[in-house]
């Protein structure tokens, strides 16, 4: 597993490199039978954002220093220690950010990921995990080279010294217990394998995914050869027309004119032609490129406007993009993509363990900092469906 793989899960700190990334916790959706109850529940649940936000900011606004924001059995992070994260998650406009709906669930992720690392942190230490020298060369070698790929800070030195000098806090790690959670992110890594048999299962729902989207683009082409039974499109007029009621591009609104004066051989580029040689009051084919379909109709020459340049095209499209099927990549990326999931599920799970071992309180979220769970949903719910059917109705991509 790489190495910023590693510590964004277990020191809970994102990028090695980045320790002020704010990790996001999805939420869950909730199934409801009704247009009724469904609006119910997204007003309640908008009021509740709001009166939340409001609070949440109020108590930014009366923090003192010195007061306590998390704490993690015997661990504690007081308010200074926090503002230049909080500074990091509002950005410039504080006021205007902290208002919004966005505002509690970054802050929220901010404070799972640093009580992460607090539990984890002592129950290291009540484990009494240590480093044999072997291990330790081992994991300060991953550093090193992740340290060159990187580029920032260019060396051990410069990296160490943007750590704790002293004992390790919710706020900052020492180097020595960076490399001990190296070590914990091994242990805990060897017990969430991913086996041949979910990569194969992996792959095979995403094969499905894509021959859905293949078949789609299938679709899409036939329905736009299907408009050039239509003869208007033979004219400047009735093209315009079909432009503003069928195409999915921005020009549709002109006619499909595009503003813009082409050569040949940019039309012939554009379109993946060897040559593109059709004549003012021509319309195309269908034109297949990797991302889209088009039909084009030749407007009109535009002469040069010095001599010696290439005459240029003025065209009108009707244009309806591609769906992408996904790259699966090779196996071994696969099975690391699951893991660092499997990984990132696992130690979720193990830090709500020891947060009955060692009790989380912070006073931003004082009925928890993680929601009660539901059941995780299936790949199969997780992905997004896209419709089986194309419609020729404007759809404009912007």
């Not at 033979?234 to 002109?254: H, I, L, N, P, Y």
């Not at 554009?270 to 040559?275: P, V």
Request: charged share 30%; aromatic share 8%; proline share 5%.
């Amino acid at each position: 597993m790489r190495f910023s793989s590693v510590l964004a899960i277990v020191c809970c700190v994102g990028p090695l490199l980045a320790s002020t990334a704010a990790e996001e916790t999805p939420g869950v959706q909730t199934n409801v039978q009704t247009t009724e109850e469904a609006k119910a529940v997204g007003q309640a649940h908008e009021a509740e954002k709001t009166e939340r936000t409001v609070n949440l900011a109020a108590i930014v606004a009366f923090l003192r220093p010195t007061d306590s924001v998390l704490e993690v059995g015997n661990m504690k992070m007081v308010w200074r220690e926090f503002q230049p994260m909080m500074k990091a998650i509002v950005g410039g406009k504080p006021q205007e950010f902290t208002a919004s709906p966005d505002f509690e669930k970054h802050l929220r992720g901010r404070f799972q990921a640093l009580a992460m690392r607090g539990l984890f942190l002592q129950e290291m230490n009540d484990s009494q995990l240590t480093l044999t020298e072997p291990e330790r060369a081992q994991y300060e070698a991953v550093v090193i080279k992740n340290l060159k790929e990187q580029k920032k800070p260019s060396t051990l030195a410069q990296y160490q010294r943007t750590l704790s000098p002293g004992k390790s806090s919710i706020a900052r790690l020492n180097y020595e217990d960076t490399l001990r959670l190296m070590k914990l992110s091994e242990l805990q890594r060897q017990k969430v394998a991913v086996t041949d048999k979910e990569v194969d299962e992996y792959i095979n729902f995403r094969k499905q995914f894509n021959k859905v989207y293949i078949d789609q683009n299938e679709h899409t082409g036939k329905l736009v050869a299907g408009l050039l039974e239509d003869k208007s499109l033979q004219t400047d007029e009735g093209f315009a027309q079909m432009a503003r009621k069928c195409s999915e591009g921005v020009e549709s609104d002109r006619g499909g004119e595009l503003d813009y004066d082409f050569t040949r051989e940019e039309l012939a580029e554009l379109n993946q032609l060897d040559a593109f040689n059709y004549q003012p009051g021509e319309t195309t084919g269908v034109l297949e490129t990797a991302t889209c379909f088009r039909i084009m109709r030749v407007l009109r020459i535009v002469p040069p406007k010095k001599e010696g340049e290439p005459e240029r095209l003025r065209v009108a499209q009707l244009l309806f993009g591609k769906i992408f099927p996904e790259d699966l990549g090779n196996r071994e990326d696969i099975r690391q993509m699951l893991q660092v999931a499997k990984l990132r599920r696992f130690m979720e799970s193990e830090a709500l363990r020891l947060s009955q071992k060692y009790p989380v309180t912070c006073i931003f979220f004082p009925d928890g900092l993680w929601p009660q769970k539901q059941q995780s949903p299936s790949p199969s719910q997780n992905a997004s469906e896209k419709s089986a059917t194309k419609p020729v109705e404007k759809n404009k991509k912007k």
